[in-house]
């Protein structure tokens, strides 16, 4: 199945996408996509609900980010073998660990805001793991167990903040929208294999990257279970994977974003987002 959370910022409610592609309120039997809602159990029970029984939610709602309740959101650096070669990077013998704070987390369509400062706003479009039942030294057998699903990240960078100042890359990650998030949380019977799956991102209709989660050095069922080694993951935790090779910053000469680009990006099952960006105030 595929959920979504939809209505103004900070009032959203739940939704499932119908066969049609239509969003059917949800709200009648759950009060939100967070916490135990999103238990593979319950969602698997939400299987149920017949979508035609459910009221039809208008096609101009606003999508808002496709969980709630996001505790920790933990992404992992230079994932990707060929991303790390076009960035003149080796591929680390473990996973890269940084946070991205969870006040970045926007939905899939909102504007990007390039933070005052700003030279160097990049691109990076990202496989989601949505976390749905407390996850504490699992084993990669039966770390997928504990995941609610899989979604579209986008995972803006500020690369000045991020690699020129001195610190860790934190602060280059988390400004207000650099985490579109959704448009869909989509349940893993819909997603036989999380690493084979084709990602992609388009800068005002020119495609900048064009990848595969194939190339991944840790696969989604290894994250899962090497984070739950240092921190337990709860429900609603997001964990964003790395990117493919087309970033901004590897390019030659490096190309970033400035107000009125356009930015497109999915992933092939899990639906797409569109960004306008513009200048924070």
Request: glycine content about 12%; proline content about 7%.
């Amino acid at each position: 199945m595929k959920f979504v959370r939809y209505g103004a910022e900070g009032a959203e409610k739940p939704g499932l996408v119908d066969a049609t592609g239509a969003i059917r309120d949800l709200s009648g039997h759950i009060s939100d996509l967070s916490g135990g809602s999103i238990d593979p159990d319950a969602l698997a029970k939400l299987g149920a609900v017949d979508p035609a029984s459910l009221p039809l939610v208008s096609a101009e709602e606003r999508l808002g980010a496709c969980v709630a309740g996001t505790g920790k959101f933990i992404c992992i650096g230079l994932n990707y073998s060929d991303h790390a070669a076009e960035t003149g990077a080796t591929v680390p013998p473990e996973p890269i660990i940084f946070m991205k704070a969870t006040s970045a987390i926007s939905g899939p369509n909102d504007d990007l805001l390039i933070p005052r400062g700003s030279e160097k706003t990049d691109w990076e479009v990202e496989l989601g793991i949505v976390i749905g039942r407390k996850a504490k030294y699992v084993s990669e057998d039966e770390a997928l167990d504990y995941v609610a699903g899989y979604c579209t990240i986008h995972d803006v960078s500020e690369r000045a903040f991020q690699t020129e100042r001195s610190g860790q890359w934190t602060k280059g990650k988390s400004c207000d929208t650099f985490g579109p998030t959704g448009p869909w949380l989509v349940t893993k019977d819909e997603v036989p294999d999380p690493q084979n799956l084709r990602l992609w991102l388009k800068v005002n209709g020119e495609t900048m990257q064009d990848g595969t989660t194939k190339t991944m050095v840790y696969g989604a069922a290894y994250l899962v279970s090497y984070l739950s080694q240092f921190m337990s993951l709860q429900p609603g935790d997001i964990i964003s994977t790395g990117t493919p090779p087309g970033v901004g910053m590897g390019m030659k000469p490096p190309r970033y974003l400035k107000p009125g680009d356009v930015i497109e990006l999915g992933i092939d099952g899990l639906g797409s987002q569109r960004q306008t960006a513009r200048a924070d105030a």
